[in-house]
């Protein structure tokens, strides 16, 4: 038997989707190598943007498409977009034979091996996404390995869902609450990871600072500075640690010392601004104003110098004026982030912002969003200019585009390298001058 999965959003959902397939792997299922011949297709959703959607959507047209040449092929939602949605997927004329939440994705692989998807007594419409499992994360599993074989590189969740209900925001409710994982699974998937030959590891959580857990027999509390110094302690084959995403309110003095003291916590830190504008991060219930982004900002660089960092950007939120767009466009000139996620306003039904109205033309999102890529491309070749001359540890992933003598690897700080290796040297780290810059991409050379 034969499965396809397509995933799209965060790195969660990235993260799941491999649980997914070492599942079916482990049950003898094999990889298809295209849609066409497979017998189950899951596609892996996201709802944080209409655009996310609407590309879904046009997905499910395609497997309309496929399932006329492939009939037997059973078609299965999964993720974000399926909680938010439910049964919307499966009528009619829809291609869709299941849908699963965020709540009940292991039960995919249970439906799968019992073949209840196949059975007539469980009819195409059967949808385990139910609403009121929306918000309980009590029935949220964490799944115990989200690498494949042959990775140097893993995801390893740390928590699910989000309790800061950003006006925006659809992941609240469609990860629901905050649920920290228990930290000997967290260790456990972490030494086996070290086994696999994984060299980097990403903790994932929608804001890890919030990280919190309390052992019910030993009474041993643990935040996420306490987790990540652990972590970093205990890996030996593993020397960068990464971790994902954190809420600038909750980025303690404690975290920042941890990472400074350490050696193998990467230099590198995602801390989304999304505005500079004080009466929009109000609106948009962010619980931090300007000065102390500023403030925290500063605080980070006099610890750590050479800490990169990158962050997220909306523009076109409800009643952002010109000036509160100003105040964004200055503060990205001012601070000089490595990296910009930038993005316009979409409304998401159900969210606290969806009944401020969507005041802001779609031209004049699409100007300003334009407006602020610009000066961020800007800002990126500027600071990636300044490393040329300097010699840096680069993880090798592979062999760059249509090369066989030259391989691409990412720095600590998550820049894209090309540099002259052989095939041996994929997986590991290796030591690179950066020679010069072409479009976004470093180009290096081997050093020793
Ligand atoms: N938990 C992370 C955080 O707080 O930054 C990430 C959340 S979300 C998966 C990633 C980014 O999508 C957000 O930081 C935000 O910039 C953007 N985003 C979320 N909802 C949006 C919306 N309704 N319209 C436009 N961008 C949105
Ligand atoms: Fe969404 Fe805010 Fe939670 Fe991030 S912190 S997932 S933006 S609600
Ligand atoms: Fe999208 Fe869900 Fe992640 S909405 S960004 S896949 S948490």
Redesign the pocket.
Same mark, same amino acid.
């Not at 925006?168 to 992941?171: A, F, Q």
């Given at each position: 038997m034969k499965y396809w999965i397509e995933t799209y959003?965060?790195q969660m959902n990235k993260a799941e989707s491999e649980a997914l397939e070492l599942a079916l792997n482990h049950n003898k299922w094999k990889e298809a190598e295209d849609p066409m011949e497979a017998d189950l297709t899951i596609i892996n959703t996201?709802s944080?943007?209409e655009t996310a959607e609407t590309r879904i959507w046009g997905r499910i047209g395609y497997y309309k498409k496929v399932k006329k040449n492939n009939p037997a092929m059973t078609l299965i939602i999964t993720g974000c977009m399926a909680e938010r949605l439910g049964n919307k997927f499966i009528n009619k004329n829809s291609p869709v034979d299941k849908v699963f939440g965020t709540f009940t994705k292991n039960k995919i692989i249970d439906s799968v091996l019992q073949k209840t998807i196949f059975d007539p007594i469980f009819p195409s419409g059967q949808n385990f996404a139910s609403e009121d499992s929306m918000p309980n994360n009590q029935t949220y599993e964490f799944n115990k390995l989200h690498t494949t074989e042959g990775k140097f590189k893993a995801f390893v969740p740390i928590m699910n869902g989000?309790n800061?209900f950003?006006s925006?925001?659809?992941?609240p409710y469609v990860r629901g609450r905050e649920l920290s994982r228990n930290p000997e699974e967290i260790f456990s998937e972490i030494e086996k990871l070290e086994t696999m030959g994984v060299k980097e590891i990403t903790l994932l959580g &929608?804001?890890v600072n919030s990280y919190y857990y309390e052992d019910k027999e030993t009474g041993e509390k643990l935040d996420f500075p306490f987790l990540l110094k652990k972590i970093s302690q205990q890996v030996s084959s593993i020397e960068w640690i990464r971790f994902?995403?954190s809420?600038p309110k909750d980025l303690s003095e404690k975290l920042i010392s941890v990472i400074a003291e350490s050696t193998n916590i990467c230099r590198h830190i995602?801390l989304?601004l &999304?505005s500079g504008s004080d009466v929009i991060l109000k609106k948009m219930n962010r619980k931090y104003n300007s000065d102390f982004y500023n403030t925290l900002i500063k605080k980070i660089k006099d610890n750590i110098p050479d800490m990169s960092i990158t962050t997220?950007?909306?523009v076109g939120f409800p009643g952002e004026t010109q000036e509160d767009y100003n105040m964004t466009y200055d503060m990205i000139n001012s601070i000089k982030f490595n990296e910009a996620?930038t993005?316009?306003?979409?409304?998401?039904e159900g969210?606290n912002?969806f009944n401020f109205g969507d005041d802001i033309p779609k031209e004049e999102k699409i100007k300003r969003l334009s407006e602020v890529i610009k000066l961020q491309r800007k800002i990126s070749i500027m600071k990636k200019k300044e490393k040329i001359g300097t010699t840096f540890k680069v993880l090798a992933e592979g062999f760059s585009k249509n090369n066989t003598t030259e391989l691409i690897g990412r720095t600590e700080s998550d820049e894209m390298i090309v540099f002259n290796a052989g095939q041996d040297r994929i997986g590991l780290y290796n030591i690179v001058k950066i020679l010069f810059l072409k479009g976004n991409t470093f180009i290096g050379e081997t050093v020793k």
């Open positions: 959003g965060c996201c944080v943007r989000c800061n950003c925006y925001c659809i992941v &929608q804001n994902l995403t809420h995602h989304p &999304q997220d950007i909306i996620f993005y316009y306003y979409n409304p998401r969210t912002a």
